[in-house]
């Protein structure tokens, strides 16, 4: 069973820049697709950014294209997002979750292994 904690989260004000870090306990981490998803109070969980397996394809959604950045580092057992320009919309509780396979997914319920979260808020 893999283990997933991220890191990270905190307090910004707009505009501001946060590093999200997930590590994964598991040897087998570039057997899996990542993702970063999030909830926000009173809103369901949604996908933010993924990466397949071996780094070379990433999603997004519409909603952080051109702010949030996902890599992986196979070798660390770990996955980061970086997230810049930050608005008090992308405030809520960040989570990574493991997907098996190569393939890079928007689709939650494809995900297996999640963290605990993290949690960000942008206020000024």
């Known amino acids: 069973q893999m283990q997933l904690v991220e890191s990270g989260g905190g307090l910004v004000q707009p505009g501001g820049s946060l590093r999200l870090s997930c590590a994964a306990s598991?040897?087998?981490?570039?057997?899996?697709?990542m993702g970063w998803f999030r909830q926000a109070p009173g809103k369901e969980r949604e996908f933010v950014r993924g990466?397949?397996?071996?780094?070379?394809?990433?999603l997004y959604a519409g909603s952080v294209k051109g702010r949030f950045a996902i890599s992986r580092d196979n070798a660390k057992n770990t996955v980061s997002l970086q997230m810049d320009s930050l608005k008090p919309d992308d405030t809520g509780v960040y989570y990574c979750?493991?997907?098996?396979?190569?393939?890079?997914?928007?689709?939650?319920?494809?995900?297996?292994?999640w963290g605990q979260g993290t949690q960000v808020t942008v206020s000024s």
């Open positions: 979750a493991a997907r098996p396979g190569s393939r890079a997914s928007m689709v939650i319920s494809e995900y297996v292994y």
């Open positions: 598991d040897s087998t981490f570039s057997n899996y697709a």
């Open positions: 990466i397949s397996s071996s780094g070379g394809t990433t």
